[in-house]
Nanobody
Framework: QVQLVESGGGLVQPGGSLRLSCAAS????????MGWFRQAPGKEREFVAV????????YYADSVKGRFTISRDNAKSTVYLQVNSLKPEDTAVYYC????????????????WGQGTQVTVSS
């Protein structure tokens, strides 16, 4: 059974940081690129970042470039998203997802999705 379980979300003040984690099981983790998406209330789900299966390539949305860092530990079947310099507009449910493609920023290219973790940025 495929599972992607996110953790690490929470309430943080503007300028703060969090480290989101996504533990994968039930599929061959090293054959999938891994992405993070987010969805704010009343908005569509949007791409945040993706990392290739080896971890050698990454790609970010312009809105998070320089503030967020995606990484993976293939030995632990886990992908991470370090989120720094958080802004109120980063408030959203953050989802991790697995794609059999090389790496993609399009949600339709992803095969498996987690349930999400809430990140709220507020003073």
């Amino acid at each position: 059974q495929v599972q992607l379980v996110e953790s690490g979300g929470g309430l943080v003040q503007p300028g703060g940081s969090l480290r989101l984690s996504c533990a994968a099981s039930g599929f061959t983790f090293t054959r999938y690129s891994m992405g993070w998406f987010r969805q704010a209330p009343g908005k569509e789900r949007e791409f945040v970042a993706v990392i290739s299966w080896s971890g050698g390539s990454t790609y970010y949305a312009d809105s998070v470039k320089g503030r967020f860092t995606i990484s993976r530990d293939n030995a632990k079947s886990t992908v991470y998203l370090q989120v720094n310099s958080l802004k109120p507009e980063d408030t959203a449910v953050y989802y991790c997802a697995a794609s059999g493609m090389r790496y993609s920023r399009y949600a339709d290219d992803y095969d498996y999705w987690g349930q999400g973790t809430q990140v709220t940025v507020s003073s």
